[in-house]
């Protein structure tokens, strides 16, 4: 079998080989790399070495070198493949399989890497040239340095449709067209792709120059892209590349931290102030390649985005195609930058240790995921509020681990719940004493307006302590008996039960089990229960509201239907009482007529209310014989 030395670049740099060879091999951290008494000969003090940034060992006293392949081979005695086969399953990679092309696909390869090597090498001679004075000039307006344009490996690519081909004439043309170097057109005669643009070498994990990246320096020439990649060829996949990889690794394992920022500009003004750390995708948006890969440096990278509306979409895609990656110890920060500032203009504004402040201060992604939908709509209808979370959870559904998965739900609810049904505030008591007049003449105390002395308001108050009748508990209690006895409609009605753990804590405790993935038996339930020192409910807790769903004489598929509609007047409650409570607040502050309308509206609707839920039971508490009096009137 031929392995492509591109597939067995790929499977190094999945590995980490220090992890390798310390199963048999006791190794010691020293500084940057780690050291051992060599495997392969006898030595009394440590003169092997591991080092993870360059992904090779080597001993100064045998002379024994090589990487985790030679690792598996030499020491673990382990035939090529075999070792190649065991790798690849630890770093989660498929072996291709037998391939005669390969060996030439192999060779191609090697040949287009000498083309870009050269092309590089005369783009840096142009920029030193008198023809790059020109770029060399507007490198001075960015503020880098000689040290960071020889780093970034900055070049010149001049004006001419033949002058790359002039300067590379010992490769063939369609080399150099294969490496993204020039462009065919039909039958027309090629030309080079690169032409009066500052250009910056792109490279890949093991630093060999695999593509271009060129900015154009003629601000009149409106109609050329201000930025241009080499396109993806046998070397180059910009959806499988991160800019500057390869020198962010280990500045990484140095920091801590990694930094994805939208740009290679990006990347190289944060270089240059300090930040090595960075890297940048190519033209796309950060894919789920790419995300696998800063995975592997650092558990959770932060992405730097521009603070305008575009560098918001970005964040928000790179969000979306990360929530089905997600796994244990794995997530994203986002960090948002001031609107209409990209990291170089923040950095030569307010100094490097304000990109410091805006990194130290980068969210988490469910953090940013809740801002941006809460202020994405205007939320002012109860139409809106259940679009705020019918996206939530279309976001939480594409999560793929289960746990991770079943956490943001039960967060982005809660967080919903809190934002669309916020708590009540304890009203005082009316100090009203019998007597007054209707129209505030009479005994107050401070002056608080409620309900006056008239049969009207005298109504009004029966039928407020009628709406705010014990039943909450009952019915809670109800509903909890019956979900333990039906326990798959647990999952049926997630979202609503999610909405009343405030009412019944121990709906919590179902969703919980539910979530996680435990055994939905109504016995293992009331064992989870029993676990968290909470009790079944018993008949007497919902006395006189006998609901069909609780018969053990009806048919399992009416008790749940039944049981869908208790849920449902469960969850309309809060939101009625809530309106109530609000507008008798009002009545007792001014006492007109529109606010006492508004208040017997709401009684009203709330003795409808419970009129429904007499219905559903078999019999329900018995209202006393003057409030049934006055409920007929009314």
Same mark, same amino acid.
């Given at each position: 079998?031929?392995?492509?030395p ?8 999945r590995?980490?080989l220090s ?8 190794l &010691?951290k ?9 495997p392969?000969?006898n030595e009394?003090?440590?003169? $092997? ?10 001993c +100064? ?10 690792w ?16 690849a ?9 037998p391939?005669?092309?390969a060996?030439?696909?192999a ?12 092309a590089?090498?005369? $783009?840096?001679?142009?920029?030193a040239?008198?023809e790059?004075?020109?770029a ?9 340095d000689?040290?960071?344009v020889?780093?970034?490996g900055?070049g010149?690519?001049p ?15 369609d080399?150099l ?7 065919t057109?039909d ?10 643009r ?9 630093g060999?120059v695999?593509?271009? =990246? ?26 499988? &590349?991160?800019? !500057? ?5 280990? *500045? ?25 750390e ?9 894919t789920?390649r790419?995300i696998?890969?800063?995975w ?10 521009? =603070?305008?509306?575009?560098g918001?979409r *970005?964040a ?15 997530s ?44 994405a709509?205007?939320?002012?209808t ?6 705020l979370k019918a ?5 939480v ?22 934002f669309?049904?916020? #708590? ?6 009316s100090?009203w ?16 307006r ?7 308001? !005298? ?7 009628? *709406?705010?009748?014990? #039943?909450r508990?009952a019915?809670?209690? /109800?509903i ?9 409609e ?16 121990? +709906? ?5 089990a539910c ?65 109530? #409570?609000?507008a ?6 001014? +006492? ?8 017997q509206?709401?009684?009203?609707r ?8 007499g219905?559903m *039971?078999s ?8 409030? /049934? &009096? !006055? &409920?007929?009137?009314?």
């Amino acid at each position: 079998m031929s392995l492509s030395p591109q597939w067995l670049d790929e499977l190094r740099s999945r590995i980490t080989l220090s992890s390798v060879i310390q199963r048999t091999t006791r190794l &010691t951290k020293a500084g940057r790399e780690f050291k051992a008494c060599c495997p392969f000969h006898n030595e009394k003090s440590p003169s $092997f070495y591991v080092n993870d940034e360059k992904g090779f060992y080597h001993c +100064f006293g045998c002379g024994v070198h090589g990487d985790a392949i030679r690792w598996m081979t030499d020491q673990r005695g382990l035939g090529f493949m075999d070792a190649v086969k065991e790798l690849a399953a630890e770093a989660g990679l498929d072996v291709p399989a037998p391939d005669p092309r390969a060996a030439e696909a192999a060779v191609q390869r090697d040949s287009l890497h000498d083309v870009t090597a050269a092309a590089q090498k005369w $783009f840096m001679d142009c920029l030193a040239a008198p023809e790059g004075e020109k770029a060399r000039a507007y490198l001075a307006t960015r503020g880098f340095d000689a040290h960071t344009v020889q780093r970034f490996g900055f070049g010149f690519a001049p004006e001419g449709r033949q002058a790359l081909k002039g300067a590379l004439g010992q490769f063939p043309e369609d080399k150099l067209i294969e490496a993204g170097l020039r462009i065919t057109v039909d039958d027309k005669e090629p030309y080079d792709r690169f032409r009066g643009r500052l250009m910056l070498p792109i490279e890949d994990a093991r630093g060999r120059v695999i593509a271009f =990246g060129g900015r154009i320096l003629d601000k009149s020439k409106t109609d050329a892209p201000k930025y241009l990649n080499s396109p993806d060829t046998p070397l180059f996949d910009k959806g499988r &590349t991160l800019y !500057n990889l390869h020198r962010a690794g280990p *500045a990484s394992r140095q920091t801590g931290r990694l930094i994805v920022v939208e740009g290679y500009m990006d990347v190289i003004a944060l270089a240059a102030a300090g930040f090595g750390e960075s890297v940048a995708p190519l033209g796309t948006a950060l894919t789920e390649r790419q995300i696998e890969m800063v995975w592997r440096l650092v558990e959770t990278p932060i992405l730097c985005f521009d =603070g305008d509306a575009a560098g918001q979409r *970005a964040a928000m895609r790179a969000i979306a195609r990360a929530l089905p990656l997600l796994r244990p110890a794995h997530s994203l920060r986002i960090v948002r930058l001031p609107s209409g500032l990209d990291p170089d203009d923040l950095i030569k504004r307010d100094g490097p240790r304000a990109m410091e402040e805006v990194l130290q201060g980068a969210r988490s992604l469910i953090d940013t995921l809740w801002d941006h939908e809460r202020d994405a709509l205007p939320l002012n209808t109860p139409e809106d509020k259940a679009g705020l979370k019918a996206r939530l959870l279309a976001h939480v559904e594409t999560i793929a681990d289960p746990d991770i998965k079943s956490l943001y739900r039960r967060e982005l609810l809660d967080r919903f719940a809190a934002f669309a049904y916020p #708590a009540r505030e304890q009203r005082p008591q009316s100090n009203w004493q019998p007597g007054g007049s209707s129209r505030g003449s009479g005994n107050w105390k401070d002056k608080r307006r409620a309900f006056p002395a008239n049969p009207a308001n !005298n109504h009004s108050a029966r039928l407020l302590r009628v *709406a705010n009748g014990g #039943a909450r508990d009952a019915l809670s209690a /109800a509903i909890l008996t019956g979900l333990i006895r039906y326990p798959a409609e647990i999952a049926r009605h997630a979202d609503a039960l999610a909405r009343c753990t405030d009412i019944e804590a121990r +709906f919590d405790l179902l969703l919980d089990a539910c979530d996680h993935g435990q055994a939905l038996e109504s016995d293992a339930l009331a064992t989870i229960l029993a676990r968290q020192g909470q009790t079944l409910p018993s008949p007497s807790d919902y006395s006189g509201m006998r609901f069909g769903f609780l018969s053990p004489d009806m048919a399992a598929p009416q008790a749940c239907a039944e049981l869908a509609q208790a849920i449902e007047l469960l969850v309309e409650r809060p939101a009625l009482e809530t309106a109530l #409570a609000d507008a008798t607040e009002r009545l007792n502050r001014e +006492f007109t007529d529109e606010a006492y309308a508004e208040q017997q509206r709401l009684l009203k609707r709330k003795l409808e209310f419970n009129a429904r839920l007499g219905q559903m *039971a078999s019999a329900r508490a018995a209202l006393s014989s003057d409030d /049934a &009096t !006055n &409920t007929m009137a009314e």
